[in-house]
């Protein structure tokens, strides 16, 4: 089946402008995460969405992070008033979302490569 | 301290030699782990995952829990030149809920 597929796969914007990005998780699953990975940086957790529970954003950086998740289904990320220091690789997965005592394993999207200049 | 951390790295082994992958973690309530392996420019990909301790083998991988020493480990046997790239341990339970908490990676290079 379809995997995790995001949306656009490179954004190059100017800073201060706001861009958004989107991720599509595989049909089923319930929980959709947010990773960035800058260069030199390992993963960092940025927010998570488990069904109909209010999400977990405790890794987004600062408020001009936001994320909504529509239907249960699709993701957008938006980081308003980018600054150079978001260029990363915005990565998105998803996961069944079951009990988590079990390996709820998360698959990755291919990524959005973000460059502010 | 950081919660998870691994080997720095780079680890470079010759064609079918053993390449042993480690990392520790600070929570003690974590409750699984996993190892993703990651070529330059793509995503992570899941290799295995383990929550219980002891070894858990799948084809040439190995990985081994020890809860106790807070440690878990990967081993790839035979390891060949496509093996080359950068494994991520993470885990997730404990304080980390839901989310995985990765470690800054190990780079392996299996060279011919």
């Known amino acids: 089946g379809a995997g995790v597929s995001q949306s656009p796969s490179n954004k190059v914007t100017e800073k201060g402008k706001d861009v958004e990005l989107r991720c599509d998780p595989i049909?089923?699953?319930?929980?959709l995460y947010w990773y960035r990975q800058s260069l030199g940086q390992g993963l960092e957790f940025l927010i998570y969405?488990?069904?109909?529970?209010?999400?977990?954003k405790s890794g987004l950086p600062s408020d001009r992070f936001s994320a909504e998740r529509t239907g249960g289904s699709v993701s957008t990320l938006t980081i308003q008033r980018t600054q150079q220091e978001d260029s990363a690789v915005y990565l998105c997965?998803?996961?069944?979302?079951?009990?988590?005592?079990?390996?709820?394993?998360?698959?990755f999207g291919p990524g959005t490569r973000l460059t502010v200049l | 301290q950081k919660e998870v951390e691994q080997n720095s790295g780079p680890l470079s082994v010759p064609e079918g030699a053993i390449a042993s992958l480690n990392c520790t973690y600070s929570d003690r309530g974590s409750q699984s782990f996993f190892w993703y392996r990651q070529y330059s420019g793509k995503s992570p990909e899941l290799i295995m995952f383990i929550y219980s301790n002891g070894d858990k083998e799948d084809g040439r991988f190995t990985a081994q829990l020890n809860k106790a020493s807070q440690y878990v480990s990967l081993l790839i046997r035979d390891s060949q030149p496509s093996d080359s790239a950068t494994y991520l341990c993470?885990?997730?339970?404990?304080?980390?809920?839901?989310?995985?908490?990765f470690g800054q990676g190990t780079i392996l290079t299996v060279h011919p």
């Open positions: 993470a885990v997730t339970g404990g304080t980390s809920y839901g989310k995985l908490t």
């Open positions: 049909s089923g699953h319930t929980a």
């Open positions: 969405f488990q069904g109909n529970s209010a999400p977990d």
């Open positions: 997965a998803s996961s069944w979302g079951k009990d988590w005592y079990s390996t709820d394993t998360q698959y």
